[in-house]
């Protein structure tokens, strides 16, 4: 969902979420302020530390590290492009029959 920037727009919008039953996971602006879970309806270094924390224990028992997960969504993304470009050529060539 979108909101105004600031936490204050977003923190409203999560408590009106919340009161109809719907679950929050995660809500974030452009100016590095982050919010994880409904704890604490505001930015939260805190909070933000500990799930940092959890998903670096998450990635050393599986044998990888934050480094190893942005080189795989770089070569994710690299794919997907692509992955697009010739479904893009493809639907060309099906429109055009000179091609």
Do not use: P
Request: aromatic residues 14%; negative net charge.
């Amino acid at each position: 969902m979108e909101t105004l920037t600031g936490f204050k727009w977003m923190g409203n919008l999560d408590h009106t979420l919340l009161e109809k039953g719907e679950e929050v996971l995660f809500a974030f602006e452009e100016a590095i302020g982050v919010m994880f879970g409904t704890t604490v309806l505001d930015k939260d270094g805190v909070s933000g530390a500990a799930v940092t924390g959890e998903m670096a224990a998450y990635l050393y028992s599986n044998g990888e590290t934050f480094s190893s997960l942005l080189e795989d969504i770089h070569l994710f993304k690299i794919w997907s492009s692509c992955l697009k470009q010739f479904l893009f050529y493809m639907s060309l060539k099906r429109n055009d029959r000179s091609l």
